[in-house]
């Protein structure tokens, strides 16, 4: 099973691409809708212990999370060593569930690819890309999002031009939606036939 990995920063298109893969037929692990889900549920306690006041009903208060953070950025690594281990048990249970049906490729979305040193753990890495212009027209309307909020955001990021350095493929998201699923098609059927490796030796 070949093991593609997905990235790109904030507002650059990685949820139209990997909306647009899963209608392929091509099965996507959003790594940020599982932290969502464990936010909800099994990381709620521990990100409470470690940030008083971050929940409520049992479930991380997002925006109170992001106050707290904001206060006192050295949190984000506490939280990331919450997190992290958690959404990769989710990761290898996916691949493994996919391996046994004998799929022929999946993807994993994964905001902080490069950031967690996931690139070695995949066959293919895709980063998303777009202007900084178009990336914070893209953003500025999403719910409770500022500027403050944004830089915040990016500041964590890796810089979009070494992400597109690092790449196996960049896909560029500034056209049209069906221009861009055109770029990611041909990526696709470039890589059908290339051997995976990394199952076999990070996730069985």
Same mark, same amino acid.
């Given at each position: 099973m070949l093991v593609i990995g997905l990235t790109g920063s904030i507002g650059m298109g990685k949820t139209t691409l990997a909306e647009h893969l899963q209608n392929q037929g091509i099965p996507v692990l959003n790594a940020d809708l599982e932290v969502h889900k464990l936010y909800a549920g099994a990381a709620a306690p521990k990100i409470e212990q470690a940030f008083p006041g971050s929940t409520e009903n049992g479930a991380v208060d997002r925006q109170k999370l992001s106050q707290l953070l904001l206060e006192n950025p050295g949190g984000f690594k506490v939280l990331e060593n919450i997190v992290h281990p958690m959404v990769r048990a989710i990761e290898r249970e996916f691949l493994q569930s996919h391996a046994q049906h004998g799929t022929e490729m999946a993807v994993l979305e994964i905001p902080l690819l490069f950031e967690t040193c996931g690139d070695g753990l995949v066959d293919v890495t895709i980063v998303v890309s777009a202007s /900084?212009?178009?990336?914070?027209?893209?953003?500025?309307?999403?719910?409770? @999002?500022?500027?403050?909020?944004?830089?915040?955001?990016?500041?964590?990021? @890796?810089?979009?031009? /070494?992400? %597109?350095?690092?790449?196996?493929?960049?896909?560029? =998201?500034?056209? =049209?939606?069906?221009? =861009?699923?055109?770029?990611?098609? %041909?990526?696709?059927?470039?890589?059908? =036939?290339?051997?995976?490796?990394?199952?076999?030796?990070?996730?069985?």
């Open positions: /900084e212009v178009i990336q914070r027209a893209r953003v500025k309307d999403r719910l409770g @999002m500022s500027d403050q909020k944004l830089d915040e955001i990016l500041s964590r990021q @890796m810089p979009d031009s /070494e992400k %597109k350095a690092r790449a196996d493929f960049v896909v560029d =998201t500034s056209g =049209t939606i069906d221009e =861009t699923r055109a770029k990611i098609d %041909k990526i696709i059927e470039s890589v059908r =036939t290339k051997k995976g490796y990394a199952f076999q030796h990070h996730w069985k």
